[in-house]
């Protein structure tokens, strides 16, 4: 079954009572519009400088902050790149992490 939302997983600095800066996570669900396929020539062209793309999900602009990381299906992924489709859309183009997703 394929999930119809993601997590965008945004990235905060807060401080402790002695003034050390922890970073801690926010996840933030968004519905995705569509789950699309890696174009061959993307997956080609970002093989050639080590990334490995393995999702792409299109999603509204309105929802997307600049965050680095999301989760779908219960796995994290780093986005990669982003891609504007519409005036309203963009595409989220995201490498699988390895291990603890970190």
Do not use: H, W
């Amino acid at each position: 079954m394929i999930d119809i939302t993601a997590k965008l997983i945004r990235t905060i600095l807060t401080k402790d009572n002695i003034g050390n800066q922890i970073e801690s996570n926010i996840e933030i669900e968004v519905p995705i519009i569509k789950n699309e396929d890696i174009y061959s020539k993307e997956f080609y062209e970002a093989s050639m400088i080590g990334l490995k793309p393995t999702l792409r999900l299109r999603i509204s602009s309105l929802n997307y902050n600049n965050e680095k990381k999301l989760k779908y299906m219960n796995e994290i992924y780093e986005v990669i790149r982003v891609d504007r489709v519409t005036l309203d859309e963009i595409a989220l183009i995201c490498e699988r992490k390895v291990g603890n997703g970190s």
